[in-house]
């Protein structure tokens, strides 16, 4: 059997369910706008991605544009998403909008950028690493996955992202966290959602793929489904590290990734190749 850690392994990565064209503004949709990251799509030889921008941005999203786009690019799979988040502010507008919208998106993620500070993110960089400052790191890792929880049972997503972004500054539990983490992968399974494998941890202070090989390890024992994500906020970002994640992925024996279309979820084969 070949390594799977081997330095030339190259991957079949095909989709990337994670990306925000608006980057951390409003800009309206438009073809201008949306195809540098198809043609960037193409390059790297993503054929599936999905559009993901947050909810607070939700009045730059046109799902005509979107049409559009679709019939200028036939070989490419493009998804209409949205990343829904507990922003205090803003997230109860963003769930009305996903209601109303459900039918025309494919795809929603559910994510926790919040704890205490309704004004910050707690992942931003590198201001969000202060709200840590003299707190019991269990008892936040706690209260952060207990908020996973919440937004898994909204009914509203289909996936969750970057699960453990909780440890972006580099803060880790002094305890055993098993219980923690299997109660909420268990709520995850038993809403039938998908966890997404995103790449963006590596290129934050943690240096660590979303989520832990540990979490990995219980997911895959409860079932639980995998989207592959770059949470890019460039075009030149999407699908990075994704040699990096197939080695990660085969080690595991992930040879399976989902895709989604009008929330209906769908098993791809992924493949690696030495």
Same mark, same amino acid.
């Given at each position: ?22 980057? !951390? ?18 390059? +790297? ?32 799979? @493009?998804?209409a998403g949205i990343e829904l988040d507990n922003d205090p ?23 926790? !950028? ?22 019991d790191i269990n008892e936040v890792y706690e209260d952060y ?21 909780? +440890?972006? !500054? ?17 709520? @995850? ?86």
């Open positions: 059997m070949a390594d799977p850690q081997s330095s030339t392994l190259s991957s079949q990565l095909f989709s990337d369910y994670h990306s925000h064209p608006q980057g !951390h503004r409003v800009q309206p949709y438009s073809q201008q706008l949306l195809q540098p990251w198809i043609d960037s799509a193409r390059a +790297k030889g993503l054929n599936d991605i999905a559009f993901t921008d947050h909810d607070r941005f939700h009045a730059g999203v046109d799902f005509e544009e979107l049409d559009k786009l679709r019939a200028a690019n036939p070989d490419v799979k @493009i998804r502010q803003t997230s109860a507008a963003g769930r009305k909008w996903v209601e109303k919208n459900w039918d025309k998106l494919d795809f929603v993620l559910g994510s926790v !950028h919040y704890l205490d500070d309704p004004d910050q993110m707690f992942d931003s960089v590198p201001d969000g690493a202060e709200q840590f400052v003299g707190r996955f207990r908020r996973i929880r919440d937004i898994a049972a909204s009914g509203l997503v289909d996936c969750l992202s970057h699960l453990d972004l909780i +440890k972006i !500054h580099g803060h880790r539990p002094c305890g055993d966290v098993r219980a923690i983490l299997n109660e909420t992968l268990d709520f @995850i399974r038993s809403r039938d959602l998908a966890i997404e494998l995103s790449t963006a941890g590596w290129r934050k202070p943690v240096d660590e793929l979303y989520p832990s090989d540990e979490i990995i390890r219980l997911a895959i024992k409860k079932g639980i489904p995998f989207t592959t994500a770059s949470d890019a906020h460039s075009h030149a970002q999407l699908g990075e590290n994704y040699d990096r994640l197939a080695e990660k992925m085969a080690s595991f024996g992930i040879h399976e990734v989902c895709v989604y279309e009008k929330h209906k979820r769908l098993g791809r084969a992924c493949t690696f190749n030495i």
